[in-house]
């Protein structure tokens, strides 16, 4: 049963996702009239689909979709993990004066940044909501845990933090982030605003957790194991009004992304190990492990998978929406365009490459999980 669940959780939540994503170019494509030729909800076998008024299932001998007719056909697949828009032109040549080809470049690249906008509008919203019916952490300490480091550090009830080595600190998702930017250091600066005056703490220990949540003893051999500081105290409750709302969704959206860039930055640099990223394997746990602690838990994980969406897609890797962007980004500055068929061909070699990622990432998810 719970794999029956976890399966179902992560199909829902990556397809609509996706889905979503995918919403984004069809959206963008129909608004500079570039001819799409199917919008479909899920992928593989086609189960029902309407062209023109004129209704096909699965058994039908006809395929209208495959037809480039100016009509767009809406079909709804038999695998429920996202969906896809079919653009005339878009991964071939067409003569098709409303070819996605035949448009500016600056048409293109909205039209390609779009998947990676939605998403983004996805997890504001979805942020926002959050924001608005649960508490809103200040970061200001109201009590230590039992025995807090941080205490003994310098750290005091009625500490306003401000700011954690060169991060400034507006939510608690800051302090996630500046704690991430600091793995592999012993203590942290930490300046808090304290009677009015700020003073620095130039030394500050905190607790450490593994990749998991499990608290660090003392003694543990942590070699070749990725930690991270945690927090061993709370934090007052915001007043909840339009001012903080707002606010704080701008806030925590904004360290969410950084935090995406940061841990791609230590990805490339080694501070990281590979070990610790996850496919849909590994996802699909750490999907199910929020959805078993409730709602809120699930719908941040869910805002927070938006935005890995968003950022990994507008890596400027071919394939991907920001290789395309890149190549009708050089095309707007240069106003030299490249080869349909070339850019065609770059993006069928990055196609490869993706899916060979992704097919080591879940092997490694299966053999190393991670949780």
Known sequence: MDIFLQVLYTVLVLGALIFVHELGH??????????????SLGMGPKLI???NKKVTHLFSKEKPEQISDGFTAYSIR???????VSMEGEDDESDCPDAFT?????????????????N?????????????VTPVASTTIAEFD???VSQQSGLQVGDKIVQIDDTKINSTADISLAFQSAIGQQTVSVTVERDGQQVVLPQVDFPEIYADGTPVSDGDDTTGQLTMKTIDFYVYALPKDASTVLSQTFYQTV?????MYDTLAKLVTGEISVKYISGPVGTSAVIKQAADSGLSSLFMLVGLISINLAVMNLLPLPALDGGRALIYLIEMITRKR?????????NAVGMIILFALVIFITFKDILFPVL
């Open 120 to 132: 983004m509008i996805v997890a504001v919203l979805i942020t926002f909501i959050l924001v608005c």
């Open 102 to 118: 035949k448009k500016p470049a600056w048409k293109r690249f909205i039209i390609t940044i779009a998947g990676v906008l939605m």
């Open 78 to 84: 038999l695998l429920p993990i996202g969906g896809y």
């Open 255 to 259: 360290s969410y992304v950084k935090t």
């Open 338 to 346: 490249l080869p349909p068929s070339i850019e065609n061909k770059i």
């Open 146 to 148: 039992e025995g807090a």
């Open 49 to 51: 689909g309407v062209k």
């Open 26 to 39: 069809f959206i963008a494509a129909k608004a500079f009239r570039v001819r799409v030729n199917e919008f």
